[in-house]
């Protein structure tokens, strides 16, 4: 009689109990724990080179989803920054001064998030680290006491990507017959060659200021062929792309900060903006495209994973955590001797002792209809699968747009392509 009457107490208090469990787990949908990717990226160029414009200006042509299905984000005090630098950049009316070069104390990162829309909100796809520094820290001699030069050379060896920047206007000067091209891009070489040749990650360049090349070659891939072949005439860059190109594809960017017809060299040599000149820029989404998806391309498939993991994972905590829970208060409630009696006697294989498991078991012992909860859990992992497609589907857009430039640059001009990637 004794026995009975526990087993009925019991009875009502697992009823309760199994209802508590199906309010928690109600009151907590499933989510996925996802992870943004980062990539660090350096641009490896001398001083005056146009690292600091180039960045202004790709910020701005991809600060919204025009001409592609992302756009990309910063905190709000590296966007203030990039912009003063766009705006002073573009400013013809006032002295005509751009922007001043980076000092040697402020080497930085600039962190963008790159976004795509999923169900018309804002989701992160990956993060850019992008390096800013002065580019005299790559050949000048430290400063006695510096680590500044020691730090740069850390960020650059663990740099995902590499970006060579040549500069475009030192370019002009080797092709006009001026002394101090070949002398510059032999410096530049001198300073790119050993850090790229030891470099595990991809590498691409860029010619910067393509705007002051335009006169070279009215039409623009012979233009580049001319520009190409000045520099493949350097033994060292030959042995870099050969290097480099057995495994992948090495392309040369031309871009331009500024676009065509802004700025012209003046008598003296400098680089002046033309009055009432407006900015275009030209190509400067490119160089990034070139890199990003080589380097998602690594890590995809083990995203994919993570995100499965996740969801099994927060599926059997969820299961594990209830069966603690639920044995925990069987106990407070009843002894444990006499809890598991009480499971014996009903027939419970205590193995299958998950928070689903239960709530099923106590649901069917308890006379409601067991399929409530399984239905439930179905619902949320069919929703987190769905989820987990979009973000896929999403992820493949912005490749596929990225993938869509550095194409369409090089149906354009088929001399962007330095090596076949098989070779
Ligand atoms: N015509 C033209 N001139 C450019 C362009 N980009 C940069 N310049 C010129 O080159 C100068 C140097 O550009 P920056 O972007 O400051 O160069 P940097 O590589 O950041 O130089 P450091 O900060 O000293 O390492 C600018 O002040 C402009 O005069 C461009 O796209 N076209
Ligand atoms: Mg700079």
Same mark, same amino acid.
């Given at each position: 009689?004794?026995?009975? =009457?526990?087993?009925?107490?019991?009875?009502?208090?697992?009823?309760?109990?199994?209802?508590?469990?199906?309010?928690?787990?109600?009151?907590?949908?499933?989510?996925?724990?996802?992870?943004?990717?980062?990539?660090?990226?350096?641009?490896?160029?001398?001083?005056?080179?146009?690292?600091?414009?180039?960045?202004?200006?790709?910020?701005?042509?991809?600060?919204?989803?025009?001409?592609?299905?992302?756009?990309?984000?910063?905190?709000?005090?590296?966007?203030?920054?990039?912009?003063?630098?766009?705006?002073?950049?573009?400013?013809?009316?006032?002295?005509?001064?751009?922007?001043?070069?980076?000092?040697?104390?402020?080497? !930085?990162?600039?962190?963008?998030?790159?976004?795509?829309?999923?169900?018309?909100?804002?989701?992160?796809?990956?993060?850019?680290?992008?390096?800013?520094?002065?580019?005299?820290?790559?050949?000048?001699?430290?400063?006695?006491?510096?680590?500044? @030069?020691?730090?740069?050379?850390?960020?650059?060896?663990?740099? $995902?990507?590499?970006?060579?920047?040549?500069?475009?206007?030192?370019?002009?000067?080797?092709?006009? %017959?001026?002394?101090?091209?070949?002398?510059?891009?032999?410096?530049?070489?001198?300073?790119?060659?050993?850090?790229?040749?030891?470099?595990?990650?991809?590498?691409?360049?860029?010619?910067?200021?393509?705007?002051?090349?335009? $006169?070279?070659?009215?039409?623009?891939?012979?233009?580049?062929?001319?520009? !190409? /072949?000045?520099?493949?005439?350097?033994?060292?860059?030959?042995?870099?792309?050969?290097?480099?190109?057995?495994?992948?594809?090495?392309?040369?960017?031309?871009?331009?900060?500024?676009?065509?017809?802004?700025?012209?060299?003046?008598?003296?040599?400098?680089?002046?903006?033309?009055?009432?000149?407006?900015? @275009?820029?030209? /190509?400067?989404?490119?160089?990034?495209?070139?890199?990003?998806?080589?380097?998602?391309?690594?890590?995809?498939?083990? =995203?994919?994973?993570?995100?499965?993991?996740?969801?099994?994972?927060?599926?059997?905590?969820?299961?594990?955590?209830?069966?603690?829970?639920?044995?925990?208060?069987?106990?407070?409630?009843?002894?444990?001797?006499?809890? !598991?009696?009480?499971?014996?006697?009903?027939?419970? #294989?205590?193995?299958?002792?998950?928070?689903?498991?239960? %709530?099923?078991?106590?649901?069917?012992?308890?006379?409601?209809?067991?399929?409530?909860?399984?239905?439930?859990?179905?619902?949320?992992?069919?929703?987190?699968?769905?989820?987990?497609?979009?973000? @896929?589907?999403?992820? !493949?857009?912005?490749?596929?747009?990225?993938?869509?430039?550095?194409?369409?640059?090089?149906?354009?001009? #088929?001399?962007?392509?330095?090596?076949?990637?098989?070779?």
């Amino acid at each position: 009689m004794a026995v009975v =009457l526990i087993i009925i107490t019991l009875g009502i208090l697992l009823g309760l109990l199994a209802r508590r469990i199906r309010a928690r787990r109600a009151t907590t949908p499933l989510t996925i724990a996802e992870t943004t990717p980062t990539f660090n990226v350096v641009a490896l160029g001398l001083q005056g080179s146009g690292k600091t414009l180039l960045l202004a200006s790709m910020y701005h042509r991809l600060k919204s989803p025009a001409g592609q299905c992302y756009f990309i984000t910063a905190t709000r005090d590296d966007v203030l920054q990039l912009n003063e630098w766009y705006l002073q950049m573009a400013d013809t009316a006032a002295t005509g001064a751009w922007p001043r070069g980076t000092a040697k104390g402020e080497t !930085r990162h600039f962190t963008f998030t790159v976004k795509t829309h999923i169900d018309g909100a804002p989701h992160p796809i990956l993060n850019l680290r992008y390096l800013e520094y002065a580019g005299e820290l790559l050949t000048d001699l430290q400063d006695a006491g510096s680590t500044k @030069q020691k730090e740069l050379f850390a960020h650059i060896d663990s740099a $995902d990507a590499l970006i060579g920047v040549l500069d475009g206007y030192r370019i002009r000067q080797h092709a006009d %017959g001026h002394p101090e091209g070949p002398l510059h891009l032999e410096r530049t070489l001198n300073a790119l060659l050993p850090v790229m040749l030891e470099a595990s990650a991809p590498i691409s360049f860029v010619i910067t200021k393509w705007d002051l090349l335009a $006169d070279l070659h009215p039409d623009e891939d012979t233009r580049l062929s001319i520009v !190409r /072949n000045l520099l493949t005439s350097n033994d060292h860059f030959r042995s870099l792309i050969t290097l480099h190109g057995a495994t992948r594809v090495v392309r040369l960017i031309p871009v331009s900060a500024v676009g065509p017809g802004f700025a012209t060299i003046d008598p003296n040599g400098e680089i002046v903006k033309t009055p009432q000149g407006a900015v @275009q820029p030209t /190509n400067v989404d490119v160089p990034l495209s070139a890199v990003v998806p080589g380097l998602f391309e690594q890590i995809e498939s083990r =995203l994919d994973h993570d995100s499965i993991a996740a969801i099994r994972a927060e599926v059997d905590r969820r299961t594990r955590q209830g069966a603690l829970e639920a044995f925990a208060s069987l106990t407070t409630f009843a002894g444990q001797l006499a809890g !598991r009696t009480v499971l014996a006697l009903l027939g419970t #294989p205590t193995a299958a002792f998950g928070d689903t498991m239960l %709530g099923f078991f106590l649901d069917s012992r308890m006379g409601t209809p067991p399929d409530e909860d399984r239905a439930r859990l179905s619902r949320e992992l069919n929703d987190a699968e769905q989820r987990l497609e979009n973000i @896929q589907l999403a992820r !493949r857009r912005v490749m596929y747009d990225m993938r869509r430039k550095v194409d369409a640059l090089e149906g354009r001009l #088929p001399y962007s392509r330095l090596t076949e990637g098989g070779w």
